[in-house]
């Protein structure tokens, strides 16, 4: 893996140009619009989820809920994306017994969605994105959830130390 050999000498393998990036674009037939799948983003987004669960071994989503659906751990005018792909799993499970950290950012869209990221703190002592959820709720509820959640796919992580802001749903 690339990131076992940061600090030795990197190979052509190591390192991604654009013309890699294109060329794997023309052998998969992937088309680009810069990440638009429809102009409705709530169709997007729900193309984007459904296209990662029809690849049950590479899902990177761990749990979806969309407004207007009923799930009972929700609202029906809640939105909920939860993601974690297979390294940021590994990450999680190798350095969360150390330190792990919650934020989450306000605003990034016309929405109000809030972003919350859980993070570790990996070997180079920088933080390291292994969870997000997306949500238009940010309350103790939806972070129950969401740490119930990831406990489903990782089981307990038991940190020495657990950092946030001051926010009180945390």
């Known amino acids: 893996m690339t990131r076992d050999r940061i600090g030795k000498k990197l190979k ?10 294109v060329n794997v674009q023309r052998s998969f ?12 983003d709530a169709v997007s987004v729900d193309l984007w989820v459904s296209q990662f669960c029809n690849d049950n071994e590479e899902n990177p989503v761990l749990y979806y809920k969309k407004q207007g659906e009923k799930k009972e751990d929700l609202e029906e005018s809640d939105f909920c994306l939860i993601i974690m792909n297979r390294y940021q799993q590994e990450m999680l499970m190798k350095f969360g017994k150390n330190i792990v950290a919650i934020d989450s950012t306000h ?9 919350t990221t859980l993070m570790v703190v990996d070997e180079f002592g920088e933080g390291f994105p292994v969870t997000y959820m997306f949500s238009n709720r940010h309350d103790t509820h939806t972070i129950i959830l969401f ?7 990782v089981g307990s992580i038991n940190a020495k130390t657990f950092m946030s802001d001051m926010e009180s749903t945390f």
Not at 12 to 21: A, E, I, N
Not at 107 to 115: A, E, R, T
């Open 107 to 115: 605003g990034l869209n016309k929405y109000d969605f809030l972003m």
């Open 147 to 153: 740490f119930n959640i990831i406990k489903s796919k």
């Open 29 to 40: 037939k992937i088309e680009s619009r810069d990440g638009i799948r429809h102009e409705n």
């Open 12 to 21: 052509r393998v190591d390192l991604l140009t654009r013309k890699d990036v």
